[in-house]
């Protein structure tokens, strides 16, 4: 298995860009979380899915951020319009009936 | 905040040497995790334990729980250099959510 896939690795963009970070989870794994870490505030969760529904979006800093999940093998995490200070590395997660979480190799997002 | 807490925040020591980290949290909990960060990297699991024990071996590590004090504590034994990394604790509740503390930078000396 190829693990939790994360595309892309790096993302530089400037202030105002739209940027969609891209996830693609264990097969067979219900349970998908987006994390965003930072040396200030430690790594933070985001959002929730389970069974491709948002069951807790309550880490969501703002309505800038959104986060689908159409089908079962893939989600998106999308800011628009980025910020400076949305740049942090963004981990994507997966999990089997909510025990044991695998990770992503994460993207790190540098906001200009 | 719900957030745990890992102590120390940094730990240095010479291959060989044992390392201890400890992790304190504070609601009650249905399991707790310990994770590995290597620098640049994901997460990566180790070692669960669940609010019914007391204490896990895998190879190396062995972790403690004590549900009284609401602490945890992760040993590396016979610490190499390859072990250095981040060390995370989380733990979950009756829901799905994993709570990470920030984390001991171990530094394992050649």
């Known amino acids: 298995d190829a693990g939790v896939i994360q595309s892309p690795r790096h993302e530089v963009t400037e202030m105002g860009q739209e940027v969609t970070l891209r996830c693609k989870p264990i097969?067979?794994?219900?349970?998908l979380f987006w994390y965003r870490q930072t040396m200030m505030r430690g790594l933070e969760l985001l959002i929730y899915f389970n069974n491709n529904v948002p069951i807790d979006d309550s880490g969501m800093p703002e309505d800038r951020f959104s986060a689908k999940m159409p089908n079962a093998s893939f989600s998106t995490l999308k800011i628009q319009p980025s910020e400076p200070r949305d740049s942090a590395v963004y981990f994507c997660?997966?999990?089997?009936?909510?025990?044991?979480?695998?990770f992503g190799a994460g993207t790190r997002l540098s906001v200009l | 905040s719900q957030q745990g807490e890992e102590d120390p925040q940094a730990l240095s020591i010479q291959e060989g040497e044992n390392a201890t980290m400890n992790c304190s949290y504070k609601t009650s909990i249905n399991n707790l995790q310990w994770y590995r960060q290597n620098s640049g990297r994901g997460l990566v699991h180790l070692i669960l334990?669940?609010?019914?024990?007391r204490e896990k071996h895998s190879g190396r590590l062995r972790v403690t729980l004590d549900t009284s004090k609401k602490s945890s504590s992760l040993l590396i034994t016979a610490s190499r250099a390859a072990d250095t990394a981040s060390y995370f604790c989380?733990?979950?509740?009756?829901?799905?959510?994993?709570?990470f503390g920030k984390g001991t930078l171990l530094t394992v000396n050649p």
């Open positions: 997660a997966s999990s089997l009936d909510r025990n044991i979480q695998y």
């Open positions: 097969s067979g794994h219900n349970s």
């Open positions: 334990i669940r609010s019914n024990e």
């Open positions: 989380a733990h979950g509740g009756s829901n799905y959510k994993l709570t």
